[in-house]
């Protein structure tokens, strides 16, 4: 089993800044590749930005440009720097690692974060 815990959630005006990380932890080899979900209300989950364990990127179309993601496979943790908010990008966001493969146990196995809100204002 592994646990993911996001943090850096907030409140910020459009376009401000945010932070988003994530860290995986329990008894992790490695991960193939972590990213970044989001869920606004009514809308269906989808992916925000993803980096492979070699550092190959994917991003959606309505953030590039604007947010980065990038992440440590030593200390498994991915991080998204969002900049130039805008409040379309208000939704719940979740981290993702897929790929997991753990020290004992054999299998590739995926995991999701419990979200953090991040609200853009006008």
């Known amino acids: 089993q592994a646990q993911l815990v996001e943090s850096g959630g907030g409140l910020v005006q459009a376009g401000g800044s945010l932070r988003l990380s994530c860290a995986a932890s329990?008894?992790?080899?490695?991960?193939?590749?972590m990213g970044w979900y989001r869920q606004a209300p009514g809308k269906q989950r989808e992916l925000v930005a993803s980096?492979?364990?070699?550092?190959?990127?994917n991003y959606a179309d309505s953030v590039k440009g604007r947010f980065t993601i990038y992440r440590d496979n030593a200390k498994n943790t991915v991080t998204l720097q969002m900049n130039s908010l805008k409040p379309e990008d208000t939704a719940a966001y979740y981290c993702?690692?897929?790929?997991?493969?753990?020290?004992?146990?054999?299998?590739?196995?995926?995991?999701w974060g419990r979200g953090t809100q991040v609200t853009v204002s006008s």
């Open positions: 993702n690692a897929d790929g997991v493969r753990h020290l004992s146990v054999l299998g590739n196995y995926h995991y």
């Open positions: 329990g008894s992790i080899f490695s991960i193939n590749v």
């Open positions: 980096i492979t364990s070699s550092g190959s990127t």
